[in-house]
């Protein structure tokens, strides 16, 4: 089992950006997919972003594409979230999350992750 541990989150103003690490231990992650997700105070787990650990590949959906990008530091085995440009609608806790399943592209679906950090809170707000 990895465990995962996010930092970063805070109150930015709209507009602003933040970079949202996930560290990992406990194993290599070779194999592995990681991805973002978030969730707002009574909405369902949202997808945010996907990558595998042994590839470039990355995944996210339309709502984030092209504000918000994930990339990794092999050597530190963390993973990042750089969030640009943010908007009310981004409020919420994000969630690090890891899975071992041999994909082709990383599963959106939360269910299919077994590893999570406890999140990390970001706020936009004026």
Do not use: H
Request: proline residues 5%.
């Amino acid at each position: 089992q990895v465990q995962l541990v996010e930092s970063g989150g805070g109150l930015v103003q709209p507009g602003g950006s933040l970079r949202l690490s996930c560290a990992a231990s406990g194993r290599t992650l070779s194999g592995f997919s990681l991805a973002w997700f978030r969730q707002a105070p009574g909405n369902e787990r949202e997808f945010v972003a996907s990558t595998k650990w042994d590839g470039a590949t990355a995944v996210y959906p339309d709502s984030v594409k092209g504000r918000f990008t994930i990339s990794k530091d092999i050597a530190k085995n963390t993973v990042y979230l750089q969030m640009t440009s943010l908007k009310l609608d981004d409020t919420a806790t994000y969630y690090c999350a890891a899975s071992s399943r041999p994909w082709v592209l990383p599963s959106q679906d939360p269910r299919d992750y077994s590893s999570w950090g406890q999140g990390t809170q970001v706020t936009v707000s004026s």
